[in-house]
């Protein structure tokens, strides 16, 4: 094995929003890969239009930046732990890691599980403290908890022995001490550290052909491309491989196209050497895990393992009396199929016949992974009713298992009590609590992962808005008991029709309404939240009766309260057992199952 000095494999990993897609964007400048006069997207890694919309990547991206005579194979991955597949995968490509951390909010759940894995693979690691420019930085404290983090998770002395970077990413500014000045300043500092910390990958240029797929994309043109790393030999066009699946041997196929990455782009090449990550097209049946390798003399790799998923939705039908007008997909086939494409691209998703025959059961990470798959579905035209999200149990030994989550809260301190008792309430127990005198106070709690569904509303409730909350995947422990889940009933359409204002007005004082005069209206209909357990029948397109007797203040205008607008993701956590999501193109409706 020989180590290519001219290359570095590196994954941008990070908690949720602490900055790595900026700080790509600003290794990109930096590196000329784009013109001084070109108009580029602020966070132009984020490509997809609901990443953008949430401020989150969503899917791992590679780019390929050159300093000094050094091709940078950059991995920017996403920060959420719903999407922690996409981390693992792009792992698996790299041969160091670099981590950035908030100066402020110092490490979080996500970058706990992004250090575990790294450390498991015995990867190099630079950390790069980020937003350096924040007026309640706190540098010392958060290398302090990094170093805490490390000794945590059982780092050698070795991996101990890391460089330390400090950056203003949005400015694309990198310092080796934070109180460096930072005029006319460059990322020169990290892309050094880079080339001094992080080695090049271990090769085998002359051996034969070893391709590990970590990733797929799709072309019209050449159809799946498997996106990997080349461990041994070259990858060719029109060169003949064996497709190994799980070790066995799935057939041998023609390369019809090789790419290497260029800055943001794919770029066809004739032959990319071993140690680099390339794209290959032309073998339709790989999959992510799968090697291509050669077929005179075949040495498949093992296969990629991400965690398994640990929550479940079901997926069916819409067939509610609206149905089919405003959607272009709406029979279970077509679902089904959509789904079934899906999954080859997603590791960490898995599919199961459901309850009923026109229904799928769909089991991902988390309730964000599920919102982000059923938005990107509803955009495509589909129709779809949606369960309640349930954990996923697990039984061993005759105990009933199931999974549990580390919460980690910042909250201001006057909201820390309520938190606290409603978070006691849903089996939370309290691990560490942390004050930095900044009037916010930091609570970790273990809790059940059904703990969690349907609380962050009630959370942004009690902290107005104020409050972070992130969670992390701690395992499966014993099940923890019944959790006590909303509350009050619902206010139930029992009738075909329109809502009507006047209808509305009189149902205010029962509860808060969901629904605004002039949208259709049905039997089983969801139309607001009842200030009482129970639910109540009610009719919602109720008219006034006209008479001719007028008296003085009896026909005013009515004065109607803003309804309740659910998002997707708040529309899943709201609903009950009993209830689902009617989602389409254009609307978002809570109803009662038939």
Known sequence: MLIRNDLRNIAIVAHVDHGKTTLVDAMLWQSGVFRENETVAERVMDRLDLEREKGITIMAKNVAVSYRGVKFNLVDTPGHADFGGEVERA??????????????????????????????????????????DRPDRRVAQVLDELYSLLIDLGASEEQLEFPVIYTNAKAGIALNHPDENQENGSLAPLFQAIIDHIPGPRCDPQGDLQF???????????????????????????????????????????????????????????????GDIAAA?????????????????????????????????????????????????????????????????????????????????????????????????????????????????????????????????????????VVMEKLSGRRGRLSRMFN????????????????????????????????????????????????????????????????????????????????????????????????RSEDMLVNISKEKKLTNVRASGSDEALRLSPPRRFSLEQALEYIKDDEMVEVTPKSIRLRKKK
């Open 91 to 132: 792992l698996s490509m790299v041969d160091g890691v670099v981590l950035l951390v908030d100066a402020s909010e110092g490490p979080l759940p996500q970058t706990r599980f992004v250090l575990l894995k790294a450390l498991a693979l015995n990867l190099p690691l630079i950390a790069v403290i980020n937003k350096i």
């Open 212 to 274: 590990l797929s970590a990733n797929l994309d799709y072309s019209e043109y050449v159809g799946r491309i498997a996106i990997g790393k080349i461990i041994s030999g070259q990858l060719r066009t029109g060169q003949k491989v064996a497709l190994y699946k799980n070790g066995e041997n799935a057939g041998v196929y023609v390369l019809r196209q090789i790419y290497a990455y260029r800055g943001m782009e794919q770029t066809a090449a004739e032959v990319v050497e071993a």
């Open 281 to 417: 097209a032309g073998v339709d049946a790989v999959f992510i895990g799968d090697t291509l390798t050669s077929p005179d003399n075949p040495r498949p790799l093992p296969p990629l393992s991400v965690e398994g998923p640990t929550m479940s939705m079901t997926f069916s039908v819409n067939d509610s009396p609206l149905a089919g007008k405003e959607g272009k997909f709406l029979t279970s086939r077509q679902i089904r199929d959509r789904l079934e494409k899906e999954i080859l691209y997603n590791v960490s998703l898995r599919l199961s016949p459901g309850p009923t025959p026109d229904s799928v059961l769909v089991a991902a990470r988390g309730e964000l992974q599920l919102a982000v798959l059923v938005e990107t579905m509803r955009r495509e035209g589909f129709e779809l009713c949606l369960s309640r999200p349930q954990v996923i149990m697990r039984r061993e030994q005759g105990e009933e298992l199931e999974p549990w989550e580390l919460a980690v809260l910042d909250v201001p301190e006057e909201s820390q009590g």
């Open 436 to 531: 930095h005198g900044s009037g916010r106070v930091r609570l970790e709690m273990e809790i059940p992962t059904r703990g969690l569904i349907g609380y962050r509303s009630q959370f942004l409730t009690d902290t107005r808005g104020a409050g972070l909350m992130t969670a992390l995947m701690l395992g499966y422990r014993p099940y923890a008991g019944p959790v006590q889940g909303r509350i009050n009933g619902s206010l139930v359409a029992d009738r075909l029709g329109m809502c009507n204002a006047y209808a509305i007005f009189h149902l205010q004082p029962r509860g808060r309404i969901f629904v605004e005069p002039g949208q259709p209206a049905y039997p089983g209909l969801i139309v607001g939240e009842n200030s």
